[in-house]
T-cell receptor, first 113, second 115 residues
Framework: NAGVTQTPKFQVLKTGQSMTLQCAQD?????MSWYRQDPGMGLRLIHY???????DQGEVPNGYNVSRSTTEDFPLRLLSAAPSQTSVYFC????????????FGQGTRLTVV | KQEVTQIPAALSVPEGENLVLNCSFT??????LQWFRQDPGKGLTSLLL?????REQTSGRLNASLDKSSGRSTLYIAASQPGDSATYLC??????????????FGRGTQLTVWP
């Protein structure tokens, strides 16, 4: 009964380093997405995918890359970390783009120093 | 662009009170509206999902209503308890072609229920 699993839970990076945040779901969901949550702001969409091999940009895509080689996995890559990317990152999945329920992972708290 | 607003931003009440949390959105082209609970340092837990064709949805002490035409939803919490203390988020899923399937979130209502 795993649902959406994110790793790691916490990460500290130095400016300029790169890393990959992992997201996996076991519900055979087609739609997956990444959000960032900053104090005083709502969750904002970074990138999303409507199925394996298909990705697109959300509201705040700069500095991030994604790929979707399988239905289960949707990793988020930070190319060259900046302090402005300090945030809590959430991965979500749903059965499709229509009238479906969204399920969220537990989040990754990232600090860039 | 869809804008989602939640009022109040924070609420502090004694145990036992009945509460109303408000959510409004600017674009009525939505598939559904979902209410979430977020505990400090944790992820989002889905509480209720209301389809755009529905007027309300109930789960235990929680009741959510939706008026799609006026762009409003309320989350009613009956007989509040200290364990209800958390941040409550609402999100709408877009039914508009250019943003199909995207979720738009409010900033949340931080609820504190004291004994």
């Amino acid at each position: 009964n795993a649902g959406v699993t994110q790793t790691p839970k916490f990460q500290v990076l130095k400016t300029g380093q790169s890393m990959t945040l992992q997201c996996a779901q076991d519900m055979n969901h087609e739609y997956m997405s990444w959000y960032r949550q900053d104090p005083g702001m709502g969750l904002r969409l970074i990138h999303y995918s409507v199925g394996a091999g298909i990705t697109d940009q959300g509201e705040v895509p700069n500095g991030y890359n994604v790929s979707r080689s399988t239905t289960e996995d949707f990793p988020l890559r930070l190319l060259s970390a900046a302090p402005s990317q300090t945030s809590v990152y959430f991965c979500a999945s749903s059965r499709g783009v229509g009238n479906t329920e969204a399920f969220f992972g537990q989040g990754t708290r990232l600090t860039v120093v | 662009k869809q804008e989602v607003t939640q009022i109040p931003a924070a609420l502090s009440v004694p145990e036992g009170e009945n509460l109303v949390l408000n959510c409004s959105f600017t674009d009525s082209a939505i598939y559904n509206l979902q209410w979430f609970r977020q505990d400090p340092g944790k992820g989002l837990t889905s509480l209720l999902l209301i389809q755009s064709s529905q007027r309300e949805q109930t789960s235990g002490r929680l009741n959510a209503s939706l008026d799609k035409s006026s762009g409003r939803s309320t989350l009613y919490i009956a007989a509040s308890q200290p364990g209800d203390s958390a941040t409550y988020l609402c999100a709408v899923r877009s039914d508009r072609g250019s943003t199909l399937g995207r979720l738009y979130f409010g900033r949340g209502t931080q609820l504190t229920v004291w004994p």
